[in-house]
């Protein structure tokens, strides 16, 4: 065994680098000697994986030393909650709410305190098995969180929970750390990526969004309704006329020469990312049902058309391509629930297709690349590529991998969606059939309790271990995310247990009084002034 970096899934495709150390191996001039160059004996507590691999390695060793005997298979340090033959409780749904809830409340939070939310762990691993927990705050993390404390308010009327939903959201809102409060300035009323980092993100806004306009629905409570508004707005009128936004807007960069956000508003934008379009796309749906603005509608309808025109050559994928179907299943969904049409229902069954052809019969749905000269992010292409850039989890197609940060969990939500948007009894069966593959491979973990219920990046349901290629810098097979990944997962279940779709949950036109006041605000386009001396700011994901 040699260590090396060394790009692929389960084999190193591109052959062992030169440079590789020896860790394990028969002295060369006393071949009864074999040399250990690392803590092998550490397998069980560093959490070394997969498990079945080291399980034949040292198997191995065993046989070599003449030993007959074989370890016994072990439970990982960090394991999934059930395994793939296990009947599953009665309860288990609610039960996987319920961890997660706990794993909010005890880790997401204590990052920081109730009041902010820690985006996540990273993926490395260390000699004692933990990871290293991201701290910072996310304007994204922080609004999808909220949902899963209003959800557990709604469930079980835990006052805490409705406590800490409502602290986070006014922490979210009031704070010019997560949220731009100049009235002047052009992104008005959007979410920073990261705490008092200046770039503003349409779906990560968007998706903070629907997190806290559920929210409010389920504390009913309309103290958030203009901030909430006021963010979709903001979004809206720096959406180009064919439905599509630049990837993010920063400041001041974005705006150069007295260009404002209307600039953007009148300015032509194709850009054909599911990744970076599709869940604006359901907010401004949802937001046409709160409101009855009909440039919600309009805007999402537009693009929405225009970007299934182009499927799937035109698409670009970002991490790989089953994320972007994934994410188109929730905004078909609702433009059907707005606007019942065979168009738009064709349109939705032309994803479902694709998507069904991902679906295993375990619940997962499978990775894929699409077309190379049309992704972002595929897998490394050199071993001396791995690990530089962000990247997708599997090496080739055919890699049994799922991603629970940029697909699985967003297909759950779509999923769910369409069960009520269409008589169709096959969505509900997939819903069912994933939410079960959820509850399965729910983190469980005594060693590490930071991760017990939580839900982590890749899993492969061969293997039925936590497994990916890591290239991808910085969230690997390992990280955990508590927005995009947990805090949707959790919230899909609690609305499958309250039988409620998304487009179900708001009260239409529940922000009518508000909108015109609103409006009035959001349609002045104020003089820029001179912010030359405002350095320039950096995020990931430009492209």
């Given amino acids: 065994m040699v260590s090396a970096k060394a790009a692929g899934y389960r084999h190193a495709v591109y052959g062992i680098p030169e440079n590789a150390v020896p860790l394990l191996f028969v002295h060369p001039d006393y071949p009864d000697v074999m040399i250990a160059a690392t803590g092998f004996s550490n397998f069980y507590r560093a959490r070394y994986a997969p498990v079945a691999d080291w399980r034949r390695i040292w198997n191995y060793i065993l046989g070599w030393l003449g030993s007959d005997q074989t370890l016994p298979e072990w439970e990982m340090a960090v394991h999934p909650a059930f395994g793939p033959g296990d009947t599953l409780p009665e309860q288990a749904e609610l039960d996987a709410f319920a961890k997660s809830v706990d794993w909010f409340s005890t880790?997401?939070?204590?990052?920081?305190t109730e009041l902010l939310v820690g985006e996540g762990y990273d993926s490395v691993v260390d000699s004692a098995g933990r990871q290293k927990p991201r701290t910072k705050t996310r304007g994204d993390c922080t609004g999808e969180t909220a949902l899963v404390f209003a959800c557990d308010w709604t469930l079980n009327r835990n006052p805490a929970s409705r406590d800490t939903c409502g602290r986070i959201m006014d922490h979210l809102f009031n704070s010019p750390?997560?949220?731009?409060?100049?009235?002047?300035?052009?992104?008005?009323?959007?979410?920073?990526?990261?705490?008092?980092?200046?770039?503003?993100?349409?779906?990560?806004?968007?998706?903070?969004?629907?997190?806290?306009l559920?929210?409010?629905?389920?504390?009913?409570?309309?103290?958030?309704?203009?901030?909430?508004?006021?963010?979709?707005?903001?979004?809206?009128?720096?959406?180009?006329?064919?439905g599509f936004r630049i990837v993010n807007l920063q400041w001041p960069a974005s705006f150069k020469n007295g260009a404002s956000w209307d600039h953007y508003h009148r300015s032509e934008c194709y850009n054909?990312?599911?990744?970076?379009?599709?869940?604006?796309?359901?907010?401004?749906?949802?937001?046409?049902?709160?409101?009855?603005?009909r440039e919600f509608l309009d805007s999402a309808r537009e693009g929405i058309?225009?970007?299934?025109?182009?499927?799937?050559?035109?698409?670009?994928?970002?991490?790989?391509?089953?994320?972007?179907?994934?994410?188109?299943?929730?905004?078909?969904?609702?433009l059907v629930r707005a606007e019942d049409t065979p168009e738009h229902r064709a349109m939705f069954e032309r994803i479902w297709h694709d998507a069904e052809n991902l679906l295993e019969d375990?619940?997962?749905?499978?990775?894929?690349?699409?077309?190379?000269?049309?992704?972002?992010?595929?897998?490394?292409?050199?071993?001396?590529?791995?690990?530089?850039?962000?990247?997708?989890?599997?090496q080739e197609n055919g890699d049994p991998c799922c991603d629970l940060l940029y697909t699985v969990n967003f297909a759950f939500v779509g999923l769910h969606e369409a069960s009520f948007a269409f008589d169709n009894p096959a969505y509900r069966r997939a819903a069912d059939k994933m939410a079960g593959f959820l509850v399965r491979i729910q983190a469980a973990s005594t060693q590490q309790p930071y991760l017990n219920g939580a839900w982590l990046r890749g899993f492969d349901w061969e293997l039925w271990d936590y497994w990916g290629s890591s290239a991808d810098s910085g969230w690997g097979a390992w990280s955990v995310e508590t927005g995009w990944t947990n805090s949707w997962i959790a919230s899909t279940f609690a609305l499958r247990k309250l039988d409620k779709g998304l487009f179900d949950l708001v009260t239409p036109l529940r922000y009518r009084n508000i909108l015109p006041e609103l409006l009035k605000e959001m349609s002045v386009v104020h003089p820029l002034p001179g912010y030359a001396?405002?350095?320039?700011?950096?995020?990931?994901?430009v492209l």
């Avoid at 009913?220 to 006021?230: A, F, H, Y």
């Avoid at 001396?533 to 950096?538: D, E």
């Fill in 305 to 334: 058309h225009r970007l299934m025109a182009g499927y799937p050559e035109n698409i670009r994928w970002t991490n790989g391509f089953s994320q972007e179907i994934a994410r188109m299943l929730l905004p078909l969904a609702l």
């Fill in 272 to 293: 054909y990312r599911p990744h970076s379009q599709a869940w604006m796309w359901a907010a401004y749906l949802l937001a046409w049902r709160l409101s009855g603005h």
């Fill in 214 to 242: 559920a929210s409010a629905e389920l504390l009913n409570d309309s103290g958030w309704d203009r901030k909430i508004l006021r963010c979709l707005l903001s979004c809206l009128r720096t959406t180009g006329p064919q």
């Fill in 362 to 394: 375990c619940g997962a749905m499978r990775e894929i690349m699409g077309d190379i000269k049309n992704g972002m992010y595929p897998s490394p292409r050199s071993n001396e590529e791995y690990g530089t850039t962000e990247a997708a989890l599997i």
């Fill in 533 to 541: 001396a405002i350095p320039a700011v950096q995020a990931p994901g």
């Fill in 107 to 112: 880790n997401a939070l204590a990052l920081h």
């Fill in 177 to 212: 750390e997560l949220c731009c409060l100049d009235p002047q300035n052009p992104c008005y009323g959007m979410l920073n990526f990261y705490e008092n980092l200046p770039t503003f993100y349409g779906d990560d806004s968007c998706r903070a969004m629907m997190g806290c």
